[in-house]
């Protein structure tokens, strides 16, 4: 296909502001530079982002919430306030100093992103660094802050009848179904490490949205130890499914890498190249589509797996040898692009599988006629 108009939403001061996320040090860094490193720069459509203002957070989230939010962040006070809790701010989201100016900059490029495919810029759009798929609307959870996807799929929908979102993280996407859990125009559909005790708890296969949004959250509940093999099966179905039933005109996709083999979640078992037939899927339609990172918390490898998703959209083919760059150190020992699967054996049964495949069917099929419905009463 004629190689696609990509735009990539990067800044020196953006990636230096990520970076500064302690929990996933020079992570923003590594991927970039690994994109960089790689000659992949030269095939997209460069763009600094823009920080988001108190009116772009406050689309989704609450005044109670942002001002609060901003008030810890800026007195780098300890969130054991009382109300801090209330917030979801402490322990899973720590407040350290300056983490507002860090939520608003990733939802600033995520917006960036968007705003590019609304105004029919681009075909693509990137931005790694967002995908903060638990913030809710009043509370900060999950190690995230501001759901810079909510806010995404929002810019999108200001163009977009029907947008679709795909949640390939290990974690399932709450943040991002609740907001969208009792409207029809917009797919919340995600693949996810689904067992007891396991965060978040929800996204069981029954939870399929509320109200006229029923039938329009699809979850698909996974167990330990998956590959690529089953887990591409798996998503070929459920999306071919969903795209000929919602006919979605813009697409959004979450992809966490703490769903490959090595991350420290010790999860799933999955490669970039199976994420990236998933990709491959999506990219098919030809639908304006923004591409966004997550989780994912071996950081080499989640560089390798953004690093080889950016290079299928430019159609460019990347050698294994990873090139000489400043991170080069930290793809020892074999210094390649390939992440190996693990020998974890794959719990998911053929029969559970199935069974869940099945009842997905019955999701979609309930929402055609859901769609059937809807369009008769809208047609008189
Ligand atoms: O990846 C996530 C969030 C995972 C999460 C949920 C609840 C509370 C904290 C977290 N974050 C981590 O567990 C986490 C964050 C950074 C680094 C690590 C590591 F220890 F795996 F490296 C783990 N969502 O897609
Ligand atoms: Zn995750």
């Not at 995520?110 to 810029?121: D, F, H, I």
């Not at 509940?221 to 887990?231: C, F, H, Q, T, V």
């Not at 994912?296 to 760059?325: F, K, M």
């Amino acid at each position: 296909m004629a190689s696609s108009r990509v735009l990539y939403v990067h800044s020196d001061d953006y990636v230096r502001t990520c970076d500064s996320m302690a929990r996933l040090p020079h992570r923003a860094s590594m991927v970039h530079l690994l994109i960089k490193a790689y000659g992949l720069l030269k095939f997209m459509r460069v763009i600094a982002p823009r920080m988001a203002s108190h009116d772009d957070l406050a689309a989704f989230h609450s005044d109670a919430y942002l001002s609060h939010f901003e008030l810890v962040s800026r007195e780098g006070e300890d969130a054991d306030l009382p109300e801090s809790q209330q917030y979801g701010l402490g322990y899973d989201c720590p407040v350290m100093e300056g983490v507002f100016e860090y939520a608003a900059a990733v939802a600033g490029a995520t917006l960036t992103a968007a705003e590019g495919l609304r105004n029919g810029v681009c075909d693509v759009a990137l931005n790694w660094a967002g995908g903060w798929h638990h913030a809710k609307k009043d509370e900060a959870s999950g190690f995230c802050y501001v759901n810079d996807v909510v806010l995404g799929i929002l810019k999108l929908r200001e163009q977009f009848q029907r947008v679709l979102y795909i949640d390939f993280d290990l974690h399932h996407g709450d943040g991002v179904e609740d907001a969208f859990s009792f409207t029809p125009k917009v797919v919340t559909l995600s693949f996810h490490k689904f067992s007891p005790g396991f965060f978040p708890g929800t996204g069981d296969i029954a939870e399929v949205g509320l109200g006229r949004g029923r039938f329009y959250s699809i979850n698909v509940p996974l167990s330990d130890g998956i590959a690529d093999e089953k887990y591409v099966d798996i998503c070929h179905s459920v999306l071919q499914a969903v795209n000929t039933t919602f006919l979605p005109e813009a697409v959004v996709c979450q992809f966490g890498a703490d769903t490959l083999a090595g991350d420290p979640m010790c999860s799933f078992n999955l490669t970039p190249k199976g994420l990236g037939q998933c990709l491959q899927i999506v990219l098919g339609w030809q639908k304006p589509t923004l591409l966004l990172g997550g989780g994912g918390y071996h950081l080499a490898n989640t560089a390798r797996c953004w690093t080889y998703l950016t290079a299928l959209v430019l159609d460019q083919v990347l050698a294994s040898e990873i090139p000489e760059h400043q991170f080069f150190p930290e793809y020892g020992p074999d210094y390649v692009l390939e992440v190996t699967p693990g020998c974890r054996s794959d719990t998911n049964n053929p029969a559970h599988l199935d069974q869940v495949l099945a009842e997905i069917r019955a999701v979609v099929r309930a929402e055609i006629w859901n769609l059937a419905m809807v369009r008769a009463i809208a047609r008189h």
